[in-house]
C-alpha cells in the first residue's frame, strides 16, 4: 500500500470511487452517531460533526462518565483507532471491511474498552437505507481514492477556517456532517428564521427545524451525488432572499443550480486554476455578498478583515 503524497488538489471524479465513497460515507455515519449518543445537544446539531485532523477525521473527545473517548479516521494510515483518556486504546484496519464488519468491531472494540453504548441503526439523509448490521453490500475502500479525498478535505479546511476569520457574529466552526457527508462552515446574521419545512431523507424534522433556527449562509464542500454527481464546491442562504439567485457568483464558471437550491463551483475549476485557495476564497466571499446584501444582513457590524498569523485584529 503506497502512503505517496497525491497532489496539493488531487482529481477524484465521484465515479472513480463511487462504491468507497458509498462505503465510508457509511462508515462515519456509524461513528458519528456513537458521538451524537453521548454529546449534550449543541446548537445546529455542532455536537454530531466530525472534523478534519492531520491525518483524517475525528470525533473530538466524547464524554462517558468520568472519562472521555474519541474515535479517529487515519486516512494515511488507513485504520481507526479508539482512544480512552484512561489510556487504553484499540485499531481497526479499515481495507476489507464491509459496513456490517465495521459496525460490529467498533461496537466490540467500545465494549472492550468498557464503554457500553448503543445507536440508531438506520443510516440518515439517504435514499433505501440499509441497517448497519446488516449491510454486506457496501464493503469497498480504494486506500489512494479515499487518500485523495482526504487531501481535499485538508485543503478545504485550511480555506474555510481562513475564510471564518472574517466574519465577528456567530459563525459555525468547520465540521464535517456525516449525513450528507460534506465539510461545511456558516454565517449567522443573527436574526431568527421561519420555521423549516422538514421533509430532508430519512431526518427527523425536529433535527431539521432546529438546525435552520437561524438566517444563515452556508458553504462547504460535498463529493457529489444526485443532480450534481462530481465533487463541488456549494454555497446557500436560508432562507432563501428575494433576489438571490439571481447574483453573479465569481469566478465566472459558479453557477446557481435550480435543482439543488445553490451556488456551485465545481472542484475541478478551482484545482485547475492558478491559485487554488485564491479561487475558492472568492466563491465564498462573493456568494456570502450575495446573501448578506439580498438579505440585508449588518455587515458593518458583522464582518473584519480577515484574520493573519501573530497580527492581533485592530479594534
Known amino acids: ?7 496539493r488538489w488531487p482529481e477524484l471524479p465521484t465515479a472513480g470511487w463511487r462504491e468507497t465513497y458509498d462505503t465510508v460515507h457509511l462508515w462515519t455515519q456509524i461513528v458519528g452517531k456513537i458521538r451524537y449518543a453521548r454529546s449534550p445537544w449543541l446548537n445546529h ?3 454530531v460533526a466530525l472534523y478534519v485532523t492531520a491525518r483524517g ?16 479516521f487515519d486516512f494515511i494510515d488507513h485504520v481507526l483507532r479508539i482512544f480512552s483518556s484512561d489510556g487504553a486504546q484499540r485499531r481497526l ?21 468498557g464503554i457500553q453504548i448503543a445507536i440508531d441503526e438506520m443510516p440518515n439523509e439517504l435514499p433505501e437505507p440499509i441497517r448497519f448490521s446488516l449491510d454486506r453490500k457496501h464493503a469497498s475502500y480504494d486506500p489512494d481514492a479515499v487518500r485523495r479525498f482526504f487531501q481535499i478535505l485538508v485543503n478545504a479546511d485550511r480555506v474555510f ?16 456532517f456525516w449525513g450528507s457527508f460534506d465539510l461545511a462552515v456558516t ?7 421561519p420555521r423549516h419545512p422538514g421533509g430532508v431523507p430519512n431526518l427527523p424534522d425536529a433535527v431539521a427545524c432546529e438546525a435552520y433556527s437561524h438566517e444563515e449562509c452556508s458553504a462547504g464542500f460535498w463529493p457529489g451525488s444526485g443532480a450534481i454527481d462530481y465533487p463541488a464546491f456549494y454555497s446557500y442562504a436560508y432562507p432563501e432572499p428575494a433576489g438571490y439567485r439571481a447574483i453573479k457568483a465569481r469566478p465566472d464558471a459558479a453557477f446557481f443550480s ?26 465564498l466571499q462573493s456568494t456570502y455578498e450575495a446573501a ?14 480577515s484574520g493573519q498569523p501573530r497580527v492581533v485584529r485592530q479594534i
Not at 481495507?95 to 466490540?108: I, L, R, T
Not at 438579505?295 to 478583515?305: K, S, T, V
Request: with cysteine; glycine share 6%; hydrophobic share 45%.
Open 57 to 72: 477525521l475525528t470525533t473530538s473527545p466524547i464524554p462517558d462518565g468520568t472519562k472521555t473517548f474519541q474515535i479517529d
Open 258 to 283: 435550480e435543482a439543488l437550491g445553490e451556488f456551485i463551483l465545481p472542484y475541478d475549476v478551482v484545482r485547475t486554476a492558478s491559485d487554488p485557495d485564491s479561487a475558492l476564497l472568492e466563491f
Open 1 to 7: 500500500m503506497s502512503n505517496a503524497l497525491p497532489a
Open 292 to 305: 448578506a446584501d439580498t438579505a440585508r444582513w449588518d455587515r458593518e457590524a458583522l464582518e473584519c478583515a
Open 161 to 176: 477556517k481562513q475564510f471564518r476569520t472574517g466574519f465577528l457574529g456567530k459563525a459555525s466552526p468547520v465540521h464535517f
Open 93 to 113: 484496519t479499515l481495507p476489507g471491511q464491509s459496513v456490517a464488519s465495521f459496525y460490529a468491531d467498533v461496537m466490540a472494540a467500545l465494549a472492550e474498552l
Open 187 to 193: 454565517r449567522f446574521s443573527g436574526r431568527r428564521a
Open 45 to 47: 446539531s455542532w455536537h
